[in-house]
């Protein structure tokens, strides 16, 4: 399976309706993939707080119909990041978008980790419940979202749900970015999963981005890493290689917290 992360810089200069038609091109440009991956929130920014309610739209919005378009002329599955949903009878949400080789909707996941504490995303989106995988050709995906990353029982729920390819889009910022490299090898070992985490690059909203996008193999192995530019990062890995994993390194078999009540 071939999967490009297409690792965006986010700048206030550009507009968000031109930077849509520039990252569809970019999109269309990845034919030859299975798999493309955009980051989070890359319509406003992540720490764009106040570009949220502006710049929020409906799911069946402006991206969704770009999206999907260029999903199909290029012929590949497409997690489109993650947009400022505008749910019509509730708050906003960080939803994810995940689109098949024909351009018709396959998943949307409103992320369940909000980041900000007492401010920003915590309080200005809501927060999703529900667990999404979506099943390709040749793997389970299991969806996660930036801050989601931090929250290991999220991947150990995915994975009981049978993802075997963790997709995590996000707008990592630059100061914690030892984290962000650690947190997506870590997903990987304890879940014996591929991990696809695609950020963003430059500076928005004054706060440097991290880049440096990554994938990594069920054994923590490192396959590909993004510098701290914008960069598409396409890769090339064979998804059989999580069930050799899990059959030769059974460590998942031995779980005993988490499938049962506990006793008193």
Known sequence: MRASLIQIAVNEVESVDSRRQRVAA???????ADLVVLPELWTTGAFAYEEFGREAEPL??????????????????????????????GPLYNTSLVFSPSGELAAAYRKIHRFGFDKGEAVLMGAGR??????????????????????????RSLVDAGAETLVIPAGWPERRRAHWTLLAQARAVENQAFVLACGTA???????QAGHSIVVDPWGEVLAEAGPDEQILTVDFDPAKVATTREQFPALKDRVL????PRR
Request: hydrophobic share 35%.
């Open 202 to 208: 430059g500076t928005h909203a004054g706060v440097p």
């Open 258 to 261: 988490g499938l049962e009540p």
């Open 60 to 89: 069946e919005g402006p991206t969704y119909e770009v999206m999907a378009k260029a999903a199909s002329d290029a012929g590949v599955w497409l997690h489109a990041g993650s947009i400022p949903e505008r749910d019509p009878d």
């Open 130 to 155: 529900d667990l999404v995988t979506v099943r390709l050709p040749g793997t389970t995906l299991g969806v996660a979202t930036c801050y989601d990353l931090r929250f290991p029982e999220l991947f």
């Open 26 to 32: 970019l999109v269309r440009q990845q034919s030859g």
